[in-house]
């Protein structure tokens, strides 16, 4: 059996709009939109979809499972990055002031000690 021909340029950018706007919808990262929108072109170029079937239907379901695909990796990033990241080592000013009074105040009785 023969794979269908992808379709023309001219025929996906009539969905143009339709795919962006679907795209910005799922994601919201502009650039991760795009991003979503090229690859769904690039994956009906690869594999077109079957005959009968309506190709903005086609597309959104494309362009949906990138979408989640794109959330999911994300998530997984995040998850991951944040596991791996050292808490933070910048003391607060309270407890920076408390330190240096009992430093203070041992030096004070260091210093009241007879030699």
Do not use: C, K
Request: aromatic letters at 2%.
């Amino acid at each position: 059996m023969v794979p269908p021909p992808p379709p023309s340029a001219e025929l996906l950018l009539e969905h143009q709009a339709f795919l962006r706007g679907l795209s910005r919808s799922l994601v919201v990262d502009e650039q991760r939109a795009e991003d979503v929108v090229q690859q769904t072109y690039l994956a009906v170029l690869e594999r077109p979809p079957p005959p009968r079937v309506r190709l903005r239907a086609w597309l959104g379901a494309i362009a949906r499972n990138l979408a989640l695909r794109s959330r999911r990796t994300q998530a997984r990033v995040r998850r991951r990055e944040e596991r791996g990241a050292r808490p933070e080592t910048v003391e607060a000013t309270v407890d920076i002031a408390g330190r240096v009074e009992r430093q203070r105040r041992v030096a004070e009785a260091v210093a009241a000690l007879p030699e």
